[in-house]
């Protein structure tokens, strides 16, 4: 095998490594995906949201096309974004909010996180994530769905290897920490693909407006999960997905 072979090859790997990790969708042969593969493949991730978000305008735009007011036809499209990443940052999400919220010290939250089941925080934060994304798709132009869903899953996946390499893992074991800091490179990789995919949909005002408020979402959640639990894990990775998809679709309304 040649080393452009080799490169081309590490490059699909990790390509499918994120959409393995991030989706349901699944191609070629199986493969693990342990916290190492994860990491090599951080700046696969907004390539992975990109597929999510082409899939839940598919969704909207058929249900438009069959005569579906805004309302039903946005509900379906998340639905559709939900089931094809089988909720993984909305249960993160829930986790965050039921241990950020409910638990007294840091150890509690942790634990509370940990639970598989679901508080008032946590639903109550589910059901919020929900309306503000169907509400702002179902306000949106139909030409604009498409561009408004690509650019908020590309950019929210690609502001996740960016929050593992500067916030620490707040434990010593689960996938957060077994993945560790992703390389810079990886990291600037998917920095560069997350603001290209934003730029492209949204135009360059609308752009700017965007990762000036993804980088206070940034700034904001580094600083609450460093004060809750001394760093992040895998539900603060999905809470931070969701918060950053919410942003990015509020900021295509205008």
Not at 57 to 81: C, D, F, I, N
Not at 200 to 206: D, K, R, Y
Not at 211 to 230: E, G, M, N, P
């Amino acid at each position: 095998m040649t080393i452009d072979e080799a490169w081309l090859k590490e490059r699909a790997d990790a390509l499918r490594a994120s959409i393995l990790f991030l989706t349901r969708l699944r191609y070629g042969p199986a493969m693990p995906v342990d916290g190492a593969a994860v990491a090599r493949a951080a700046w696969a991730f907004p390539i992975a949201g990109v597929f999510v978000g082409l899939i839940g305008a598919v969704v909207y735009l058929l249900a438009h096309r069959l005569g579906l007011p805004p309302w039903p036809a946005a509900a379906l499209s998340v639905v559709a974004t939900m089931a094809i990443t089988g909720c993984l940052h909305e249960d993160g999400l829930a986790d965050t909010a039921d241990g950020f919220g409910g638990g007294r010290t840091r150890e509690l939250k942790l634990q509370i996180m940990r639970d598989s089941r679901i508080g008032a925080y946590g639903v109550c934060a589910l059901v919020l994530s929900i309306l503000l994304r169907a509400s702002a798709l179902a306000n949106l132009d139909s030409s604009l769905v498409l561009a408004a869903l690509i650019a908020a899953h590309g950019a929210a996946r690609a502001i996740l290897p960016v929050f593992m390499y500067f916030v620490p893992p707040a434990r010593q074991d689960g996938l957060s920490a077994s993945a560790g800091q992703p390389p810079r490179d990886s990291v600037i990789a998917a920095a560069v693909l997350g603001i290209v995919i934003v730029a492209l949909c949204l135009g360059p005002v609308l752009a700017i407006a965007a990762l000036i408020l993804l980088a206070a979402v940034i700034a904001l959640l580094a600083w609450l999960s460093l004060a809750q639990i001394d760093g992040q894990t895998g539900d603060v990775l999905g809470a931070v997905e969701q918060v950053s998809e919410i942003a990015i679709l509020l900021v295509a309304l205008r």
